[in-house]
C-alpha cells in the first residue's frame, strides 16, 4: 500500500518535456509510481483535477545558512515550493570557525546573520545543529572562501604566504570530506577581493578533488563583468571543476546588454568541454550589503577598522572624493539607485525602505554623505537593494538554456522584520505567474527544468528534481492560473500564491497552504 496516492495531476516531471496527464504515488520518502494507479490502495489519496505536480524546487543560490537556525520552517521558500536549498554562496558560509578570530567572521556576515549561536567549529558541527532542527526543507552546504580566508589571514588585503595556502586548503578539504558540495567565492566583499586567481585555483582544486565545484559571485558585474566571467571560467579550467556563475546579470546602464556577450562566453566554455552553468533570480533589483559600496581599501582589516576610517574626517574625504567619481575608481554602485532594506533597530530604523537620495534629502546631504553616515553609525549591519538591471537582460538570461533559477535570498519568515529583497518571498512563482503565464517568456515545463533537474544535475543527485520512480518525493501542487508572487519591495513578507501543496522526502510539509509542521528536512551531504 502507498503512503500517499496523488491523482488526476498536470504533470510536469522535471526533464522539459510536454506535460501529462496522470497519478504519482509515494512511498518510503521516494515516488513508488506514476502512471494510472486508481485501482491502487494507499493511506492517503489526494485529487489534483485542475493543479500541477512538478518536482520540488531545488534553489541553488540561498544565504539561509545564516537564517535557517531561527526560521527552519523555511517559510518564506518552502511556500514558493523550494524543497531543497544550496548554502554558503558568494564567499559566505558559517564555518570553519577559528575562535580567536569569529568577531571578525561575525562582522563579516553581520547584514544577515539573524543572530546566530556560532557555537560550532566546521561543516559537520553545523549539520549537526542543522539536524536538531525541525527543518521544513532539505539543506546542502558549500564553503565559503571569505569565511575560509578570515580563518586563517584576516581581513588582510596581500596575498597569502605558502603556509597559509596550505592553511586555508586544510580548512576546504575538512569541509568537502564532511559532506560539502562546493566552493563558493565572492570577489566584490572584502576579503575575497583581496584574493588572486591563483589563491582561488588553489583552492577550488582542493574542492575538484571531491568532485565539487565552483561557485562565483564573480569579481565585478558592471563595467568589469566579461573580465570576470573570464576569471571565473579560467578557475574552472585550471582547477579542472564545474563552473556556477551566481545570480548573472549586468549592473548598472552603460553595461545593459554585455551578457549577449557573457552568455556566448559560456556557451564557448561548454563547447570546448566545460561544465559551466549559471544561475539568476528574476528581478531587476539585486541586494546586497551596503558596504560594498566603498573601495576596498577602506574595509581593510575588517569592519571595526571601516568604522574607524569613517570617524576620522581626512579619511571620510578621501573616501568621499572615490564614490563622487566612482568610474575612475572602479566602483560598481550606483549611489542614486540604492533603497536601504534593512537597519539595525535605533534611530535610523526609519530610514529602512526609502532611496538613498530621499535620506540625503531629509539629511541635508549628497547620498554619498548619507551612505558614509549611515555605515559609520550602523557597524555594517545595513542591507541596501540596488535598482541596477535591465528587464530586457533578465528575459535573455533567463531563456538561456544553461541558466538555472535561484533566489539568492535567505529563509525569512514575517516576523523577520525589515524590508528584504522579495526574492526570498517570490523567486520561483515569479517566474511561474510574470515569465510563463503572463509574459510567455518561458515554457512552463522549460522553468520547472530550470528549478528543478537542473541544479539537480549541478549537484550531482540525480535522484532528485524528476517525477521518475525511484526518485526522492520532493514534490510541489499548484495552480497554474494562480501561482504568482506577492511580495514586494515596499511589503516583501507576502508568502506566494497559489501554491496548494509541498512535500518534502515524501511528507506534506505545506497542505492546502498550511505548515503541517512535518519535520521532513535533511541535510544532503556530498556522495552520500
Ligand atoms: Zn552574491
Known amino acids: 500500500m502507498y503512503d500517499i496516492l496523488f491523482k488526476n495531476a498536470r504533470i510536469v516531471d522535471g526533464t522539459g518535456n510536454p506535460s501529462f496527464y496522470g497519478d504519482v504515488a509515494v512511498e518510503a520518502g521516494r515516488i513508488a509510481a506514476v502512471g494510472k494507479l486508481a485501482e491502487r490502495e494507499a493511506h492517503r489519496t489526494l485529487d489534483l483535477a485542475g493543479l500541477v505536480m512538478s518536482p520540488g524546487f531545488i534553489d541553488l543560490h540561498t544565504h539561509s545558512d545564516f537564517t535557517l537556525p531561527l526560521f527552519p520552517r523555511a517559510a518564506s521558500m518552502v511556500r514558493q515550493g523550494v524543497t531543497t536549498q544550496l548554502v554558503g554562496n558568494c564567499g559566505f558560509s558559517p564555518f570553519p570557525v577559528v575562535p580567536e578570530r569569529l568577531d571578525m567572521l561575525k562582522a563579516y556576515a553581520a547584514f544577515i546573520d539573524a543572530g546566530l549561536s556560532w557555537e560550532w567549529r566546521s561543516l559537520g558541527d553545523f549539520a549537526r545543529l542543522l539536524e536538531s532542527i525541525p527543518l521544513a526543507t532539505n539543506v546542502a552546504m558549500q564553503v565559503g572562501h571569505g569565511t575560509v580566508r578570515i580563518a586563517v589571514m584576516g581581513f588582510e588585503n596581500r596575498d597569502p604566504t605558502l603556509t597559509e595556502v596550505s592553511a586555508m586548503e586544510n580548512f576546504v578539504a575538512q569541509a568537502m570530506e564532511d559532506g560539502a558540495f562546493a566552493f563558493s567565492s565572492g570577489l566584490i566583499y572584502v576579503p575575497g577581493i583581496y584574493s588572486q586567481t591563483a589563491e582561488l585555483v588553489a583552492l577550488a582544486s582542493v574542492a575538484a578533488k571531491y568532485g565539487g565545484f565552483y561557485s562565483s559571485h564573480i569579481r565585478g558585474e558592471g563595467d568589469t563583468l566579461l573580465d570576470a566571467v573570464g576569471e571565473a571560467l579560467t578557475v574552472g579550467r585550471e582547477a579542472k571543476l564545474p563552473v556556477q556563475l551566481s545570480h548573472h546579470k549586468a549592473n548598472g546602464k552603460k553595461n545593459w546588454g554585455k551578457i549577449t556577450t557573457s552568455l556566448s562566453m559560456i556557451d564557448a566554455s561548454r563547447e570546448a568541454g566545460h561544465d559551466v552553468l549559471a544561475d539568476q533570480y528574476p528581478y531587476t533589483a539585486g541586494s546586497t550589503t551596503l558596504a560594498a559600496v566603498l573601495p576596498s581599501w577602506s574595509v581593510e582589516g575588517g569592519i571595526s577598522s571601516m568604522v574607524a576610517r569613517l570617524n576620522d574626517p581626512e579619511t571620510r574625504g578621501r573616501i568621499k572624493g572615490e564614490l563622487d567619481e566612482p568610474e575612475e575608481n572602479g566602483l560598481e554602485f550606483d549611489l542614486t539607485t540604492i533603497m536601504i532594506s534593512s537597519i539595525p533597530e535605533g534611530p535610523n530604523k526609519k530610514f529602512e525602505g526609502q532611496m538613498l537620495t530621499a535620506i540625503a534629502e531629509q539629511k541635508g546631504m549628497t547620498p554619498v554623505e548619507a551612505a558614509l553616515d549611515l555605515l559609520a553609525n550602523e557597524s555594517g549591519g545595513i542591507q541596501m537593494i540596488t ?142
Open 387 to 528: 535598482f541596477s538591471m535591465d528587464e530586457a537582460d533578465v528575459r535573455q538570461v533567463m531563456r538561456h538554456p544553461a541558466v538555472a533559477v535561484a533566489s539568492d535570498g535567505w529563509t525569512l519568515s514575517p516576523e523577520s522584520g525589515g524590508r528584504p529583497h522579495p526574492r526570498s518571498y517570490g523567486t520561483y512563482v515569479r517566474v511561474l505567474g510574470k515569465y510563463v503565464r503572463e509574459e510567455k517568456v518561458l515554457r512552463l515545463e522549460d522553468a520547472v527544468r530550470k528549478m528543478s533537474s537542473l541544479p539537480a544535475q549541478r549537484l550531482g543527485r540525480y535522484d532528485l528534481g524528476l517525477i521518475r520512480p525511484g526518485c526522492v518525493a520532493d514534490l510541489v501542487v499548484f495552480d497554474p492560473d494562480k501561482v504568482g508572487d506577492r511580495s514586494t519591495f515596499q511589503n516583501p513578507h507576502q508568502y506566494a500564491a497559489g501554491v496548494h501543496h509541498v512535500i518534502v522526502n515524501g511528507q506534506l510539509v505545506i497542505e492546502n497552504e498550511t505548515d503541517t509542521g512535518a519535520v521532513a528536512g535533511k541535510v544532503l551531504r556530498r556522495g552520500r
